[in-house]
């Protein structure tokens, strides 16, 4: 069973920036490739970006490609998304999930609680 804790999301002002984490409770995220995801309302979850097991390879959807970077930090055990030029149409619940194998396999689906990413002027 795997545990996480998203974090990091707020409300902003179109153009600005956040830096959302995911932290593993329990487990190494550094075992797994990890996906960030996002759930607008009224649509479905979403995987928007994946970082490979060892970090050398990363995924972007095409609406986040050049604004969003995905990270690791080994040494806090999480996985950061940096947002940057932020658009109304990011409005999401934001979440993690790590994968069975590499980013373009399956995942565990366990999920945590979100973190809430509000853009309005």
């Known amino acids: 069973q795997f545990e996480f804790v998203e974090s990091g999301g707020g409300l902003v002002q179109p153009g600005e920036s956040l830096r959302l984490s995911c932290a593993g409770s329990g487990f190494s995220l550094s075992y797994y490739a990890v996906g960030w995801f996002r759930q607008a309302p009224g649509k479905e979850r979403t995987r928007i970006s994946c970082?490979?097991?060892?970090?050398?390879?990363?995924y972007y959807r095409d609406p986040v490609k050049g604004r969003f970077t995905i990270s690791r930090d080994i040494a806090k055990n999480t996985v950061d998304l940096q947002m940057d030029s932020l658009k109304p149409e990011d409005t999401a619940v934001y979440y993690c999930?790590?994968?069975?194998?590499?980013?373009?396999?399956?995942?565990?689906?366990?999920w945590g609680q979100g973190t809430q990413v509000t853009v309005s002027s």
């Open positions: 999930a790590v994968y069975t194998g590499d980013c373009s396999g399956s995942i565990y689906d366990y």
């Open positions: 970082i490979s097991r060892d970090g050398t390879g990363t």
